[in-house]
């Protein structure tokens, strides 16, 4: 097999060929940086650190020879959204106006590194991690199952590099939505974990209260060993829970198990046809592995994307604010027009919003009382086109577009627990479809299971793009 | 509630020491701030008076 041919595979299986002592971090990790160049034109990186990555994968292919192997992760090249800190290279959000050489890693990329995983650099993403921006100052994120069309928001650049196998895998930031929807339209696994269970620190705020790190990858069986790697307490995020840590431990029946579908988020238009097919085959599938499939009805669901964008971008209204008031012309001007708009939302708005998400959050929980797991589509249509314009030229299609856009991640971020994208299938144009597996608060192995013991049926997720 | 105005969401931007850079900045902020506000208002729940806002969900579940 080929360097290149090697890229295709899922992280386990790469991790597995180091162990045994078949594959070299260093020919793999030129064989990833050798292919990001060459698919340079989808525009997923920002920072390609080869000499970083090179030098790095020297020293774990050292460690191997003498058999001081860390762990899964030993050896493994991954990148990282350019939201969280990477020491020695620069933070750049995706935008103009921030371009400082981090003095320090985020928490997350250092027990990466701990772990033995070989940082290749910063991928793109939506401008400050908002999404919806038009013009890119890294380049237009273009989708490899389709290069005319987006990517998703915003971790985009974690999206392409996963999917396009620029990388093993990589590290994407969810505040409301932005693991799952870039996960789901390029075809791979993206887990949001619960709020508080990986640290927060050394990345760029979006909204505090819903802000995660989680990884992307191939597989489920990638997404949870990651996973495993970067969570966990850290005193320099003080909100992250001290609850342990419980390996996963894979199987592939689910018998005894409760999957509930959310009604709201398949019936009345909610999602497209080809999604609803797919998850619906999806849930097929997980019954033939034991599950019992219910109905849960979550009356909230439709608002998820307004009472999510609202209070996160009121955040971020906060957050911008000297930028904004002295450096305008430097944001994309659709970033800058939603930053202005947010700024004017009215503080009984505000508070209006945050009681709304405790009553989404209230019904979440219940249906996770009837359920061990609920499921919806991830995203309500397969990719759109690049868009050249915002196309909010009246009050009702901001309504309808800013809104919607969310509603299938939002109730779930608001919630704090956590969901996971997983790829089900292909529009008839080769488009990704993805279902959403959400979870109890810390109950990430469960929502692991259900995706891997699905995967182990299906093979959606061995489908590489045609590039 | 009526929408606002352009003119109304420059006086507001600018009592909070921002600006639209232009007219299409402006008409655009105008359309996104109305929707909001009207979509806020449209939220209904008789529970939501009694939903009192909590941050940090897990502290109060692990004790």
């Known amino acids: 097999m080929g360097a290149d041919e090697l890229t295709l595979r899922s992280a386990a299986e790469l991790s597995a060929l180091m162990s045994k002592g078949e594959l070299s971090p260093v020919e793999l990790t030129q064989a990833f940086i050798d292919r990001s160049r060459r698919f340079e034109r989808l525009n997923a990186y920002i920072t390609l650190d080869a000499e970083g990555a090179l030098a790095a994968a020297k020293q774990a292919e050292a460690e191997l020879v003498r058999g001081a192997i860390r762990g899964p992760l030993h050896g493994l090249p991954v990148a990282v959204k350019d939201q969280f800190d990477a020491k020695g290279l620069p933070t750049t959000l995706g935008g103009n106006i921030m371009n400082e050489v981090a003095v320090e890693d985020a928490t997350a990329i250092a027990r990466l590194r701990e772990a033995g ?5 910063k991928l793109n993403l939506s401008e400050y991690a908002l999404g919806g921006n038009i013009t890119h100052t890294y380049g237009v994120p273009r989708n490899p199952w389709d290069e005319t069309r987006q990517a998703g928001q915003s971790s985009s650049g974690s999206g392409i590099a996963v999917a396009a196998s620029l990388c093993a895998a990589a590290l994407g930031g969810d505040t409301a939505g932005s693991i799952r929807g870039p996960a789901a339209w390029c075809g791979i696994v993206g887990l949001r974990p619960t709020w508080g269970r990986v640290s927060r620190h050394g990345a760029f705020p979006m909204a505090w209260f819903m802000d995660t790190i989680g990884p992307m990858t191939k597989t489920v069986e990638d997404t949870a060993m990651v996973f495993q790697a970067i969570a966990g307490h850290d005193p320099r995020d003080a909100n992250s829970s001290t609850r ?13 198990l409760r999957v509930g579908v959310v009604r709201e988020s398949i019936d009345n238009g909610m999602s497209g046809e080809d999604a609803t097919n797919a998850v619906n085959a999806a849930l097929r599938v997980l019954e033939t592995a034991g599950a019992t499939v219910v109905d849960v009805s979550l009356p909230l669901f439709e608002k998820g994307g307004l009472i999510s964008n609202a209070l996160s971008d009121t955040e971020a209204a906060h957050t911008h604010r000297n930028w904004l ?11 800058r027009r939603r930053l202005l708009a947010s700024s004017l939302i009215p503080g009984a708005a505000y508070v209006k919003l945050w009681r709304f998400r405790m009553l989404m959050r209230r019904d979440v929980m219940a249906a996770l009382g009837r359920a061990d797991v609920l499921v919806t589509p991830a995203q309500a249509d397969p990719a759109p086109k690049i868009a050249t314009e915002t196309g909010f030229t009246s009050k009702e299609a901001v309504m309808r577009q800013f809104f919607g856009l969310r509603a299938h991640r939002g109730p779930f971020n608001l919630s704090g627990v ?14 990704p479809l993805s279902m959403q597996v959400v979870g109890r608060p810390f109950e990430e192995n469960m929502v692991f299971q259900v995706g891997h013991a699905y995967q182990q049926r299906t093979d959606w997720h061995e489908r590489r793009p045609p590039l | 509630m009526p929408d606002m105005s ?20 402006l008409a655009e902020v105008t359309h996104r701030i109305n929707a909001i506000n009207e979509a806020v208002l449209a939220l209904d729940d008789p529970d939501a008076d009694a939903a009192e806002p909590m941050t940090i969900f897990w ?5």
């Open chain 1, 117 to 121: 995983a070989i940082l290749l650099g």
């Open chain 1, 244 to 256: 342990p840590l419980e390996p996963f431990a894979p199987h592939e029946d689910l018998r005894g």
């Open chain 1, 325 to 335: 008031r002295e450096r305008p012309q430097d944001y994309d001007f659709a970033t």
């Open chain 1, 418 to 431: 956590p969901a996971m994208s997983v790829p089900v299938g292909f529009t008839d144009a080769s488009l």
């Open chain 2, 6 to 25: 352009p003119e109304e969401v420059r006086a507001q931007l600018a009592g909070l020491g921002l600006a639209a850079l232009d007219d299409d900045d």
């Open chain 2, 59 to 63: 502290r109060s579940e692990e004790g």
